[in-house]
T-cell receptor, first 117, second 114 residues
Framework: GAVVSQHPSRVICKSGTSVKIECRSLDFQATTMFWYRQFPKQSLMLMATSNEGSKATYEQGVEKDKFLINHASLTLSTLTVTSAHPEDSSFYIC?????????????FGPGTRLLVL | AQSVTQPDIHITVSEGASLELRCNYSYGATPYLFWYVQSPGQGLQLLLKYFSGDTLVQGIKGFEAEFKRSQSSFNLRKPSVHWSDAAEYFCAVGALGGGNKLTFGTGTQLKVEL
């Protein structure tokens, strides 16, 4: 149980285009979803937290107009990288949890590798 | 703000040998601590977590971790490593009032020699 999927698994796009990444909880309802960015050989950096039906909360330094997050249902959150540039190339990972309580386990998706040419 | 340090970037052990991965945290109150494993092409999988109570926590795949408040550590151990344990291991800390947000360490890459 507690499976999270991401689509696509990898995407290559031209600079200036927008890319949408989907994160789905397959067998549970995710009240909260998180979006992370992982650079090679580095840790996961939290980008934003999204709660179903409300606006996402972005971490300091993350441009909310560039990384649009939508959490329209209890099983789906999307991250749209708008006007992507080569520096946005990275590994994007989502996670989902069933609640907002302290210590709620986060279940992670397999990640999406984005390459912007 | 909380932080996590994993001092070892790479560790190589022989199959069957014991393993200890180090994790030190910085947080002003009682932390909530986690160990995750990341295998290529797969999402991070929770190995174990500590909230309170017994400071020795048992997890999946034969892993355990011990919370030592005096040393601000939460080291991960396994008595006998299997080749399939080769992966990247992340320690993370969650903060009270942090909305369930996690801060991750930089990870330790484990290589298992046959």
């Amino acid at each position: 149980g507690a499976v999270v999927s991401q689509h696509p698994s990898r995407v290559i796009c031209k600079s200036g285009t927008s890319v949408k990444i989907e994160c789905r909880s397959l067998d549970f309802q995710a009240t909260t979803m998180f979006w992370y960015r992982q650079f090679p050989k580095q840790s996961l950096m939290l980008m934003a937290t999204s709660n179903e039906g409300s606006k996402a909360t972005y971490e300091q330094g993350v441009e909310k107009d560039k990384f649009l997050i939508n959490h329209a249902s209890l099983t789906l959150s999307t991250l749209t990288v708008t006007s992507a540039h080569p520096e946005d190339s990275s590994f994007y990972i989502c996670s989902a949890s069933t609640g907002r309580g302290i210590g709620e386990t986060q279940y992670f998706g397999p990640g999406t590798r984005l390459l912007v040419l | 703000a909380q932080s996590v340090t994993q001092p070892d970037i790479h560790i190589t052990v022989s199959e069957g040998a014991s393993l200890e991965l180090r994790c030190n945290y910085s947080y002003g109150a009682t932390p909530y601590l986690f160990w995750y494993v990341q295998s290529p092409g797969q999402g991070l999988q929770l190995l174990l977590k500590y909230f309170s109570g017994d400071t020795l926590v048992q997890g999946i795949k034969g892993f355990e971790a011990e919370f030592k408040r005096s040393q601000s550590s939460f080291n991960l151990r396994k008595p006998s490593v299997h080749w399939s344990d080769a992966a990247e291991y992340f320690c993370a800390v969650g903060a009270l009032g942090g909305g369930n947000k996690l801060t991750f360490g930089t990870g330790t890459q484990l290589k298992v020699e046959l």
